[in-house]
Structure formats: structure tokens, C-alpha cells
């Protein structure tokens, strides 16, 4: 069976700059959209990607289908007519089906083959058809020429060669639904033990090329931590030299292996990471590049910043909801431990978070490193507190609905000024509203 989600064109064409925005309640797509249209009449064209996990459908019990209806409403009522995509995130061959039909964009995902050894005939093949992998290539940007022992080589096609082949088997199953070009293809290779060197991603994406997945955007693996909904832990300055030489090494692909030629970075669990915003923004401006960013849960928690500066009922729910997190820390935590850092010491009891007024769980709660009461600590531990949100199901939503106006004010604040107008504007982060 064909499902074909059109848009108007033969050949769906991520364009240059594309932020991808979780909405995980199904009731934040007008306000997200409004960051965007804010960021078009400045001049800068970002289209909005919505995406949703099979694991968050899953947890919140929401189906595929909704976050089509959802982000189409948003576009038909503010009257948006660029591009827009419903993005089936981090879906794996188990899970793709459910998704056939509503998304025109896909995360692969291959994390579970990475690092299983690829036979080592397939090894030799790969390396006797690509004897240019071996030969230096200067690259703008890379103070030395690319370079690439045979064994190195070797090394990294018997380490992600099985995954790319998964991830060819994903991308044809959807093909096969769907139809040739009909949908936007990101390949994610972020989830391994180490980041990926410049030359090892030239291998990857040579091997994509042999399996014939035209992916128009790829995730590999940075240095340093991007933790859930709080900002990057490591070197900005290392962060920086593997962003701009992953650049021009896709550049050089994009010419020797004839890949879709808007292939671009894709980095995930990249809200709040303000540090490395500065960079991102360079390396775009001097390569004249594009870039995929993916949010994490950044907006589920301005809903309960909006919900905390409602007062009244809806503070008394968002207090509730760090109870509950708390009591059910460890549960929680567990799944998301390579992600988030919490330390225990800085979580406040619940029993004094009931004490909070308004303002006190919004500076707690509100990602503004230069405010003293802004704990990372309690920001993580509700990020992955969702899951409490989706228990309390008509009562948070219905809630959700009472205080639109104030929660929609932080969701497009939070989106355009703390994330498009540095990432792609070029200027500083606004971190207090």
C-alpha cells in the first residue's frame, strides 16, 4: 500500500535551516509555529519539524496520526505556507508501520546494530570499492589534510557497515509504502560509545551511499554530554572543530558520492544548549551551511513554567507534578542516565516546593544560567517527569487548555529567543523573559 503524504511536490527538499520542535501533549503547535513565523519576518526561514518518539507515543498514549492533526491545524490557522514536516523520531524497522501513513519525515534509527562486526569480506569489498577513502583530501576548515590508514578504515566500516545496511532496510520499507522521494530521510549515529572522527564519517556516509539512502540529514556523535532540557557539559572550543569539520567533510560527500546536495547536520538533544550556539551559528555563516537541530522536551517544560505563573489551581498541579517526580525519582531517572546528571543533593523536598509561590517554581523550573535560583537539578528531573504529566491524562490536558495564553507566551518565547535568533540570527540568548 501507497500512503504518500503530499505537500505540493514531487520530491520533498529539506531546506537549509529546519529546527525540530516535540510536542508531546499535542498542544503547543500554534505557539512553536509562531517562533518560526517570528523568525521569517526577521528574515530567516527555519521550517518547524514536529517530532514524537514511538517510546513518548507509547508513554503518553498518543497515536502517530495526532501529530500531523495537530501541527496541520497549527498551519492552517496562522495561514503558514512554507514547508512543515511530521518527523517518526528515532524509528526503528519493529516500529516503523505505525507511522507510515502521517509522517513525511524519518529518524532512523540503528543505534542497537552499531558496533556489531560486519563480516570481513564485506569489510575488503567495501574498502576494494572505495580505494579513494585512503588517498589525503584537503578539506576547508581542517588544518591538515584528511587522512585514513587502511586499517583505520577497516576498523570503522566493520563497525557501522551492518548499521547502514539496517538503516537501508528501514528506508526501503518506507519507500516501498510511500513511494521514491516522498519523504525526508535523517539517519541518527549518535547513539555509540565515542564520537565519530571526521574520517570515520566520511566512511559512513560512503557506505549510505552504496546502500542508496538518500539521507538529506545525518546525527553523529559530538564530545561531551548533551544532557536532557539544560545546557552542553564539556569543551565548546572541541564541540566547535568536530562541528565545522563534520561540515566540510558532508561537503565533500555531498560532490564525491552524489548525495542529496542539502545534506546537513542533525544535533540531537540540542535545545538549551546555549554555550555551543555561538559556534553553530559560525560555522554556518562560513560555509554558507545548513543545519537540523532537535529539541528535547524543551517545551513540555514551559508548559509547566506557564502553568506555575498561572497560580492559582494550575501552580498547586505543576507542584503536584514535582511531588510526584520526586517520589518516583529513581524509576524515572533510570532509562535517561547517560543524559542527565542530577544531583540529588539539589533537589528540594517537596514539601518545600508547596511553600513556593508562582515566581519561585518558574525561577527554579526556567533554564537562565545567570539567575540564582535556576536549579539544573530539578529542570532534568521534571524533563523526564513527563511520564507523570501523562497519568494525570484529561486533568493535565483540560488544564493545559485554562492557561493557553500564558503557556504559549513562554513556548514561543522560549523557541525564538532562546534558540532561533542565536542558532541562526547570530545573537545572544535570551534567558530571562
Known amino acids: 500500500m501507497r500512503v504518500p503524504v503530499q505537500q505540493g511536490r514531487e520530491m520533498l527538499h529539506l531546506a537549509k535551516y ?22 521569517a519576518k526577521d ?32 498551519v492552517r490557522e ?50 576494494s570499492h572505495h580505494p579513494e577513502i585512503l588517498l589525503p583530501v584537503d578539506l576547508p576548515g581542517l588544518a591538515v589534510p584528511l587522512r585514513i ?19 537501508g532496510r528501514i528506508h526501503r520499507r518506507i519507500e516501498t509504502a510511500k513511494g521514491k522521494g516522498w519523504f525526508i530521510t535523517e539517519v541518527s549515529m549518535d547513539e555509540t560509545d565515542a564520537p ?32 536532557k532540557g539544560v545546557d552542553y557539559v564539556g569543551d565548546p572550543a572541541r564541540f566547535e572543530a568536530e562541528f565545522r569539520s563534520d561540515v566540510a567533510v558532508i561537503a565533500h560527500a555531498v560532490r564525491t558520492y552524489r548525495l542529496p546536495d542539502n545534506l ?34 524543551t517545551t513540555w517544560l514551559e508548559e509547566l513554567i506557564g502553568l506555575s505563573e498561572a497560580d492559582g489551581e494550575a501552580l498547586e498541579l505543576a507542584k503536584e507534578i514535582y511531588a510526584r517526580a520526586f517520589a518516583h525519582r529513581e524509576e524515572l531517572c533510570a532509562p535517561y542516565a547517560s543524559v542527565i546528571d542530577i544531583d540529588p543533593s539539589r533537589l528540594p523536598p517537596p514539601e518545600q516546593v508547596r511553600m513556593w509561590s508562582a515566581g519561585q517554581y518558574a525561577a527554579a523550573l526556567r533554564h537562565d544560567p545567570g539567575c540564582p535560583h535556576f536549579n539544573p537539578s530539578l529542570r532534568q528531573l521534571l524533563h523526564v517527569g513527563y511520564k507523570i504529566a501523562a497519568t494525570l491524562g484529561n486533568r493535565y490536558l483540560s488544564m493545559l487548555d485554562s492557561c493557553e495564553e500564558t503557556i504559549a507566551r513562554n513556548v514561543t518565547t522560549n523557541l525564538y529567543e532562546r534558540h532561533l535568533k542565536p542558532i541562526f540570527g547570530g545573537s545572544a540568548a535570551v534567558t530571562r523573559d
Open 18 to 39: 529546519s529546527f525540530g520542535v516535540g510536542d508531546r501533549f499535542a498542544r503547543q503547535a500554534r505557539a512553536q509555529l509562531r517562533a518560526c513565523m517570528m523568525a
Open 78 to 127: 496562522l495561514g503558514w505556507s512554507g514547508q512543515f514536516y511530521v518527523d517518526a523520531d528515532h524509528i526503528t524497522l519493529q516500529t516503523v508501520d505505525g507511522f507510515l501513513e502521517s509522517s513525511d519525515y524519518y529518524t532512523l534509527d540503528v543505534a542497537s546494530v552499531i558496533g556489531q562486526p560486519a563480516p570481513g569480506a564485506e569489510v575488503d569489498a567495501f574498502l
Open 264 to 297: 546537513k547536520l542533525s544535533v540531537h538533544s540540542g535545545s538549551d544548549k546555549f554555550s555551543l550556539y555561538p559556534a553553530v551559528h559560525r560555522a554556518l555563516t562560513d560555509f554558507n551551511a545548513g543545519v537540523h537541530v532537535k529539541t528535547a522536551g
Open 196 to 227: 565519530q572522527t571526521p574520517s570515520e564519517l566520511l566512511v559512513i556516509l560512503a557506505a549510505l551511499a552504496d546502500e542508496g539512502v538518500p539521507l538529506q540529514t545525518i546525527a553523529p556523535k559530538f564530545s561531551g554530554r548533551f544532557n
Open 149 to 167: 590508514s587502511r586499517a583505520a578504515a577497516g576498523q570503522t566500516a566493520a563497525k557501522y557497515l551492518l548499521a547502514v545496511k539496517e538503516a
Open 43 to 74: 528574515g530567516t526561514d527555519v521550517v518547524p519539524v514536529w517530532n514524537k518518539s514511538n517510546r513518548e507515543h507509547v508513554i503518553v498514549g498518543s497515536k502517530p496520526g495526532q501529530v500531523r492533526e495537530a501541527a496541520g491545524a497549527a
